[in-house]
């Protein structure tokens, strides 16, 4: 989604910019464009397409010190050089991540009053306000100020004032936005990977507060204008964890981590003793059902964690998508504990389902990656999952992670609802304690998963198919397929597929069938022998041998507590999906029209 970077400082600012908007690029963009002072002037630079295109137009060298940029992810009016950012108004230039909910009431004032409008962006009706706000009031913190209570929605800007050359000024709302000092000035910026290369520390800015960033001065106000003092926070992986280290892509680096990043997170809770989880997670006690809430991927590891929870722990859980979540009625109580999971931290609509349980007095969790994030923030309690910077657009080792945590708590609840016994408990424990070296193993046969891809890659549209959890973790390999491939993939119950999808099915289509869960494996099989029967190619993955061959290719998985076995079987299908979007060159790190972290509704 949209990135911001500004900088002001005594080093030439174009290059800083240049840099923060290319370290922001895996957040998915379609334009870009920078803003500086010249001279006292603003001068603005704009192109459609790559920062590459950005990059040819702009001079480097400009005796510029203060200046803003953005990757603009289209959401109001085509992805083209009009509508990207910054956009200037009268004295006003600035950039914006985030939706305006009411710009099109304040845009028809605003014409009454005089302005008229060059592209169809919220954007540029915010920057027409805040300068026709400046018309009656010549205090900038006081025209920001007033602002927030005329704007409805997400935003997070980065501001400058033709008035004022010499500060730079932000404000945000939802929307996620940093503030960062090196030894040579001051910056603003989406994201920690954007101002990595000059800095480490930074500071979180909380909603509606407003900075003024001079080149050797931060001022920080709150909504009433009144300084106040933040805590400077330090990003602790180095600017290795957010390069490609020699793998071709940032998804095949992640997918190889995965065993490290196990390892990270479940060692921060659990150190082989079923103490160490009571010690974690005993706040879970307190509640008799769960709502999970999350979008997309961390939606499908809820889908995981539903059927977890409820098989092996007997605990009631509840699985919804965020943006649906957000405006139904729910059937919450005291006794219900709202789980958010979000790698980011910073899903719009995730976000959004945390604040109206709070409102409603409904305690939260977040599982979440990036530390310090707004769901983090703001839930009653946080298990960080520890996968490190994530920049691939499709997760991989963040799903893991959270897969991994669900697995964890399950594990706990079972034994404290007294639903394992002793014996199995001891097992599990040791298990988890040294999964890793499974996921190892599963990632090394990677050469198995490849050559079937390299089979189906040609095909227009594959299915996945499985029962119970392997419909959840069917539902993930669909997407992660899809999403970077553009091959069409469906997920489907197994049982489902005869009652309309299976006309679809012709000789060849390819069907990856899951079949895992040893209490559904022969009912699987007998749909698989249904879509085999209309012609399909199946490609079984499974931990089980069969004396039959019912399948054309197979993957064999690992065996393991059923507990942990999604966290196995999902490492396939992760890399089959890579190695069909490579065979196709797709764009796997930045797939078309996705954005990393989905800050608008
Ligand atoms: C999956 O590969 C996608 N990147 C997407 O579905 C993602 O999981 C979703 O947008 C939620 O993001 P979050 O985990 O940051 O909240």
Partial sequence: MCGIIGYIGKDKCIPKIIHGLEALEYRGYDSAGISYILNNKVKT???????????????????????????????????????????????????????????????????????????????????????????????????????????????????????????????????????????????????????????????????????????????????????????????????????????????????????????????????????????????????????????????????????????????????????????????????????????????????AALRKAKEDGIKTLAIVNVVGSSIAREADYVIYIKAGCEIAVATTKAYLAQVAIFSLITTYSSYKNKQIKNDELKSLLEEIKSLANKIKETINNYKTYFSIADKIYKNKQIFFIGRGIDYAISMEASLKLKEISYINSVAYQAGELKHGTISLIEKNTPVIAIATDKNLIEKTISNIKEVKARGANVILVSNTDFKDKFYDEFIKTINVHPILESIITIIPLQLLAYQVAKNNECNIDKPRNLAKSVTVE
Wanted: aromatic share 12%.
């Fill in 45 to 351: 630079i704009k192109s459609e397409g790559k920062i590459a295109n950005l990059k040819k137009l702009v001079t480097f060298d400009e005796n510029a010190y203060l200046g803003i940029g953005h990757t603009r992810w289209a959401t109001h009016g085509k992805a083209n050089k009009t509508n990207a950012h910054p956009h200037t108004v009268g004295k006003f230039t600035i950039v914006h991540n985030g939706i305006i909910e009411n710009y099109s009431e304040i845009k028809e004032k605003l014409i009454k009053e005089g302005y008229k409008f060059k592209s169809e962006t919220d954007t540029e009706v915010a920057c027409a306000l805040f300068d026709y706000l400046h018309k009656n009031e010549k205090d900038i913190l006081k025209v920001l100020k007033k602002a927030t209570s005329i704007l409805r929605g997400s935003y997070a800007f980065g501001i400058i004032c033709s008035d004022d050359p010499n500060s730079l000024y932000t404000i945000r709302n939802t929307s996620p936005l940093i503030i960062a000092t090196d030894k040579t000035g001051n910056f603003i910026a989406s994201d920690v990977p954007a101002i990595l290369k000059f800095t480490n520390k930074y500071i979180l800015l909380d909603d509606l507060e407003i900075a003024k960033l001079e080149k050797d001065n931060i001022t920080i106000y709150d909504k009433n204008l009144q300084k106040v003092k933040k805590t400077i926070n330090t990003f602790s992986q180095s600017f290795e964890s957010a390069t490609k280290n020699g793998y071709e892509h940032f998804m095949l680096k992640e997918i190889y981590e995965q065993d490290e990043v196990y390892n990270n997170t479940i060692n921060y809770y659990f150190d082989g003793t079923i103490e160490s989880l009571e010690n974690s997670f005993k706040y879970l006690n307190e509640f008799e059902k769960f709502d999970i809430v999350a979008c997309g991927s961390a939606y499908h590891t809820g889908l995981v964690g539903k059927y977890l929870l409820e098989n092996y722990a007997n605990i009631p859980v509840n699985v919804e998508v965020a943006s649906e979540y957000r405006y139904k009625k729910c059937f919450y109580d005291t006794k219900t504990l709202v789980i958010l999971v979000s790698q980011s931290g910073e899903t719009a609509d995730t976000l």
